[in-house]
């Protein structure tokens, strides 16, 4: 099993609907979550952080939820710009242990 | 504030062939960081650095080296080019050890090995 497993898509999603994708992790001692996103050969760029309590930025959400291991994003009134591969981060204790995940391709239908 | 740079952005090797892959960062960051991400696949850490003079193997270290003689310099060496080492390679810096948060990254150098 993948430390950090997304599907990869891609969703075909019509402007203005909520979208919403999971992320699943292996190790129940991850520390930290994040979100990225990356546009086409561009570099990663944080979307925003996961916490316990979840937590949101204008239309974006994200949760976690530690029983079930896995972190979401949801997107609602989705704009042709979200179109992108979103990328899931789990880190464990260490400095550098970051794990990332191969990433959620969305794509925003006119 | 040009932030991470990196050089080249594109480049081809035959199998054999070395080179370095360069990146400098203005931000006087401590940790600097090199990736390699495959298509289909999540970045994977080949070296990490915490300062100058101190450099570690990541996840994926064979076939490369670094080196980091000063904060803002951390070059990527590729001494025998193989096909396996096609891929775009992502250096980033960060001025604490907090985690995916305060990763700042480098557009990227695309390096195909025929």
């Not at chain 1, 561009?42 to 959400?61: H, I, Q």
């Not at chain 2, 932030?3 to 594109?10: A, D, E, L, Y």
């Not at chain 2, 003079?53 to 080019?81: C, H, M, Q, W």
Request: proline share 4%.
């Amino acid at each position: 099993r993948k430390e950090v497993e997304q599907d990869p898509g891609p969703f075909n999603v019509p402007e203005g609907a909520t979208v919403a994708f999971n992320c699943t992790y292996s190790n129940s001692a991850s520390q930290s979550f994040f979100w990225y996103r990356q546009d086409c050969r561009k570099e990663p760029k944080l979307l925003m952080s996961v916490y316990s309590s979840g937590n949101e930025d204008g239309r974006f959400t994200a949760q976690l939820n530690r029983a079930s291991q896995y972190i979401s994003l949801l997107i609602r009134d989705s704009k042709l710009s979200d179109s992108a591969t979103y990328l899931c981060v789990v880190t464990l204790d260490s400095n550098y242990q970051l794990i990332w995940g191969a990433g959620t391709k969305l794509i925003i239908k006119p | 504030n040009a932030g991470v740079t990196q050089t080249p952005k594109f480049r081809i090797l035959k199998i054999g062939q070395s080179m370095t892959l360069q990146c400098t960062q203005d931000m006087n960051h401590n940790y600097m960081y090199w990736y390699r991400q495959d298509p289909g696949m999540g970045l994977k850490l080949i070296y990490y650095s915490v300062g100058a003079g101190i450099t570690d193997k990541g996840e994926v270290p064979n076939g490369y080296n670094v080196s980091r003689s000063t904060t803002e310099d951390f070059p990527l060496r590729l001494e025998l080019a193989a096909p396996s080492q096609t891929s775009v390679y992502f250096c980033a810096s960060s001025a604490t050890s907090a985690g995916a948060n305060v990763l700042t990254f480098g557009a990227g150098s695309r390096l195909t090995v025929l």
